[in-house]
């Protein structure tokens, strides 16, 4: 019979949480007449996915009795549950192309559930010479060739807690400081990223997972094609009618923006990420005969025309030029806009309130928060308190 790990136990019983939310709902208990304990177990619930411990339950309870529920949420974070289930869950399809939930604790993961736990600027994930690893007895070194540290701490349960530390992303890596770039240039996210390709899939999967928009969404055919690489055919299938209507509309914005990447690649041998400095990557080079007048990429400079056009609604930081070299700077543009904090605050309301932002209520609770965010350090962990403390009534 298959052995069932403890983290897998808990993942089920969160599951099994959720579902007694639902049935809550679908029962028509009224959240209006809860009492404190009432409110102090669902607060924990949502938080932690788990039932809370007696001393848990009666401090959360004295808190939010003396009007402090966001005290409450905070002893709900101090679950170990919270790091090893809910931000694991969190973070974890961020890290594969197939947005799954069940893959093994990795670097990208670790990161970011070290950085919500020690209440780091959450807007420099994508720009951070930074990882979380453990010191823990018995668990092998960092390797930047395997994911073995972080498949050891899954396979015993460690608690993530107590046991990930932050490190120097530059040293485990071994390559510039200049050329790290937050989650990004993890380890995981450049087996799924950078691997084969054009490098193009980094851009769009970290659009997808920070700024809540896929390429569909950002599509604008009044950019200029003068950065579209060769490869891009600019009458597909013969009718250039394709490409000025549909191509252009993706790569005028997007291909600019993914000449950061020009020196990363994941190498399949090695199994790890490379980093040639001042070398432009081959992969940039893909299909140059399928339009020969196309876009040469001779450095990583990137310039973010999202700033003119439908995107501006993206609101991205005016203290930026908007124009950089390397991953490490664009990171910082992306993560710098006002789309990043409104996708992370969705993304925790999300995971905390068992639903998308459906009404106006929900909307300015997302406006408030996203404000709090912004103005409070980027704390990702303010976040997780202030949606579930605004769900624990529903």
């Not at 949420?73 to 969190?90: E, G, H, I, R």
Request: contains cysteine; glycine residues 6%; aromatic residues 10%.
């Amino acid at each position: 019979m298959k052995q069932v790990s403890g983290r897998q136990q808990q993942q089920a019983r969160q599951v099994a949480t959720v579902a007694v939310a639902v049935l809550m709902v679908i029962q028509g208990c009224n959240p209006a007449f809860a009492t404190s304990l009432e409110q102090a177990r669902r607060l924990h619930d949502r938080l932690a996915g788990v039932p809370p411990s007696e001393t848990a339950l009666l401090q959360m309870k004295a808190d939010i009795d003396a009007g402090n529920t966001q005290a409450a949420a905070y002893v709900a974070m101090s679950n170990p549950n919270f790091y090893d289930v809910t931000l694991k869950n969190f973070a974890a399809p961020w890290t594969n192309r197939d947005h799954s939930v069940f893959v093994p604790l990795n670097d990208y993961t670790a990161t970011v559930i070290g950085m919500v736990r020690d209440d780091v600027d959450f807007s420099t994930v994508l720009s951070a010479d930074l990882l979380y690893v453990a010191n823990t007895p018995g668990v092998p070194a960092y390797s930047p060739a395997n994911n073995n540290h972080y498949q050891y701490l899954d396979d015993n349960n460690v608690e993530l807690m107590a046991a990930l530390q932050p490190a120097a992303q530059s040293t485990l890596l071994g390559i510039p400081s200049s050329a790290t770039a937050g989650v990004m240039t993890s380890r995981a996210s450049a087996a799924a990223f950078f691997i084969n390709g054009t490098n193009r899939a980094m851009f769009r999967f970290t659009l997808i997972n920070h700024l809540c928009r896929d390429m569909e969404q950002v599509q604008d055919t009044s950019l200029p094609p003068d950065r579209i690489r060769q490869d891009v055919s600019r009458s597909p299938g013969g009718d250039s009618r394709v490409f000025l209507n549909s191509c252009i509309s993706c790569h005028a914005g997007m291909d600019p923006m993914a000449q950061a990447f020009a020196f990363y690649n994941f190498d399949t041998t090695a199994t790890q990420l490379m980093y040639t400095a001042g070398t432009v990557q081959p992969k940039y080079s893909i299909n140059s005969g399928n339009f020969k007048s196309g876009y040469v990429t001779l450095d990583d400079h990137w310039d973010n025309r999202w700033r003119q056009g439908a995107n501006q609604v993206m609101a991205f930081d005016s203290t930026l030029s908007g124009s950089g070299t390397g991953a490490k700077s664009l990171g910082q543009e992306l993560a710098r806009s006002d789309a990043f904090a409104q996708c992370q605050v969705e993304k925790v309301f999300k995971t905390v309130c068992f639903r998308t932002p459906g009404n106006a209520a929900d909307r300015q609770a997302v406006s408030t928060i996203k404000g709090t965010f912004k103005s409070t350090g980027y704390k990702m962990k303010q976040v997780f308190a202030d949606a579930a403390v605004y769900c624990m009534g529903s």
